[in-house]
Nanobody, 126 residues
């Protein structure tokens, strides 16, 4: 059964770094794209970074461009999000998502993803 489990969240001072991990079980072999999303209470979930699983192409939210990097382990069982130069506005619950079927819509359209993790909390203090 497919499962995504995030880890690596925590509390960090502004300007610091964190690396999130998402262990993928039963999904990586069929994935078409995997992504990181984030959400704060009262706001919609927003896409942060996407990794197209076959080509390896990446796409980022403008707000994190040049600060965050999405990558995967060599065995393709772990998805990472390296977050540098963190800002207070980066604080959120971060979710890993996987899409195993090609669907229309932009890279951060939540409907493209049929598997979601439960999230890991990131807090950034100034």
């Amino acid at each position: 059964q497919a499962q995504l489990v995030e880890s690596g969240g925590g509390s960090v001072r502004a300007g610091g770094s964190l690396r999130l991990s998402c262990r993928c079980t039963g999904v990586s072999s069929n994935a078409k794209y995997m992504a990181w999303f984030r959400q704060v209470p009262g706001k919609e979930r927003e896409g942060v970074a996407i990794l197209y699983w076959i080509s390896g192409a990446q796409f980022y939210n403008d707000a994190v461009q040049d600060r965050f990097t999405i990558s995967r382990s060599n065995d393709k069982n772990v998805l990472y999000l390296q977050m540098n130069s963190l800002k207070p506005e980066d604080a959120a619950m971060y979710y890993c998502a996987a899409g195993t079927v090609y669907k229309s819509g932009g890279p951060f359209s939540t409907g493209k993803y049929n598997y979601w993790g439960k999230g890991t909390q990131v807090t950034v203090f100034s």
